[in-house]
């Protein structure tokens, strides 16, 4: 809850009507929010590469390639056990575009929440 949150209710709550009624503005309040983040894709994300997407990269960038910017040392990363690959987020879209047939790269993909950008849009329908 961000300032302008308890800000909010903190007003509901020093109205003077039923407590159902602070009750139903509060729920309204939280329904109608929305909480997105801005992510600049120059920044990194974390990636799991799957053997289709092993096959992908030799074949369209080769090993020397995959050698100096994926498999390097410093963005090749052991986290809970399992390896995965730290690239700029630009990069994985150009190297490996997924497709309806074939996971070059695990569906999650992990970033850093320094990243993100707080964002607070009026959204209309």
Same mark, same amino acid.
């Given at each position: 809850? @961000?300032? @302008?949150?308890?800000?909010?209710? $903190?007003?509901? &709550?020093?109205?003077?009507?039923? =407590? ?15 909480? &997105?983040?801005?992510?600049?894709? @120059?920044?990194? +994300?974390? %990636?799991? %590469?799957?053997?289709? !997407?092993?096959?992908? *990269?030799?074949? $369209?960038? !080769? ?5 100096? $910017?994926?498999?390097?040392?410093? #963005?090749?990363?052991? /986290?809970? !056990?399992? +390896?995965? #690959?730290? *690239?700029?987020? #630009?990069?994985?879209?150009?190297? &490996?575009?997924? $497709?309806?047939?074939? *996971?070059?790269?695990?569906?999650? /993909?992990?970033?850093?929440?320094? =990243? *993100?950008?707080?964002? @607070? ?5």
């Amino acid at each position: 809850m @961000n300032d @302008n949150d308890k800000t909010v209710i $903190s007003s509901i &709550l020093k109205e003077d009507i039923s =407590d159902a009624t602070k009750l139903k503005a509060i729920e309204k309040h939280f329904s109608t929010k929305t909480s &997105l983040k801005q992510f600049n894709i @120059n920044n990194y +994300v974390y %990636i799991q %590469i799957t053997d289709a !997407g092993w096959d992908h *990269l030799r074949k $369209s960038v !080769g090993q020397e390639y995959i050698d100096a $910017s994926v498999d390097r040392k410093g #963005y090749k990363l052991i /986290i809970d !056990g399992e +390896v995965w #690959y730290k *690239l700029q987020a #630009y990069e994985v879209f150009d190297i &490996l575009p997924q $497709s309806s047939n074939t *996971l070059l790269y695990e569906m999650v /993909i992990m970033f850093d929440d320094k =990243d *993100l950008i707080e964002y @607070n849009p009026i959204i209309q329908s």
